[in-house]
């Protein structure tokens, strides 16, 4: 089955400072990528998604991009604020199939004013 | 997007009961999840909760233990049978659209509970 390892268990940056979380795939036959924002005591939302057929996908202070040959995609927050503090979770999704996602481990980010 | 409930939001149960968490979604959806969340870690699919037949378990999950229910498209119920302290944990269920991106999955707000 699929296993998606995400670095780095904890992020610290400060206001203002970018903030990169790197994720790895094992099964090639995955083809979709979620990212969710978990904030402490709420559900997971969905920030931003990228499908195998594009390298790269923006949305304003967020980006997310993907290499299909090395099976890694990395979620990217620029100018970051307080309110970006939360967990955030990768996952990885075969379309057409179970359409189950497995996830990754989770990076806490936390963002000093 | 489907709009997602769930209740209870928590609750506090003595061991070996049985708590019902029920999930509502606010449109006809193909598919829903049921997932544990331990504290700081992250997201464990108990089951498929499947319309009109019975849900699929993952690995380490049985029915005697955590019974599903699906009787329409839009929802579906999680009973924790016979609980333990080990049954602590935030339990969230998830949809995913009828059209659209089925691969995005929406989440519900999760019931938090404590077994004494």
């Known amino acids: 089955g699929e296993n998606v390892e995400q670095h780095p268990s904890t992020l610290s940056v400060q206001e203002g400072d970018s903030a990169v979380i790197k994720c790895t795939y094992s099964?090639?036959?995955?083809?979709?990528f979620p990212w969710y924002k978990q904030e402490l005591g709420k559900r997971p939302q969905l920030i931003i998604d990228?499908?195998?057929?594009?390298g790269e996908k923006k949305d304003q202070r967020i980006a997310v991009t993907l290499n299909k040959t090395a099976k890694h995609f990395s979620l990217h927050i620029t100018e970051t604020q307080p309110e970006d503090s939360a967990v955030y979770f990768c996952?990885?999704?075969?379309?057409?199939?179970?359409?189950?996602?497995?996830f990754g481990r989770g990076t806490s980010l936390i963002v000093h004013p | 997007s489907a709009v997602i409930s769930q209740k209870p939001s928590r609750d506090i149960c003595q061991r070996g009961t049985s708590l019902t968490i029920q999930c509502q979604v606010d449109?006809?959806?193909?598919?829903m999840f049921w997932y544990r969340q331990q504290p700081g870690q992250s997201l464990t699919l108990i089951a498929t909760?499947?319309?009109?037949?019975?849900?699929?378990?993952e690995s380490g999950f049985v029915i005697d233990k955590f019974p599903i229910s699906r009787p329409n498209l839009t929802f579906s119920t999680l009973t924790v049978s016979n609980m333990s302290p080990e049954d602590s944990s935030i339990y969230l269920c998830?949809?995913?659209?009828?059209?659209?991106?089925?691969?995005?999955?929406?989440f519900g707000p999760g019931t938090r509970l404590l077994v004494l």
């Open positions: 990228i499908r195998s057929n594009v």
């Open positions: 909760a499947n319309q009109g037949s019975e849900a699929t378990y």
């Open positions: 996952a990885a999704t075969t379309s057409g199939g179970s359409y189950i996602p497995t």
């Open positions: 449109s006809q959806v193909t598919m």
């Open positions: 099964d090639s036959a995955s083809n979709y």
């Open positions: 998830s949809a995913d659209p009828l059209s659209g991106a089925r691969e995005t999955q929406y």
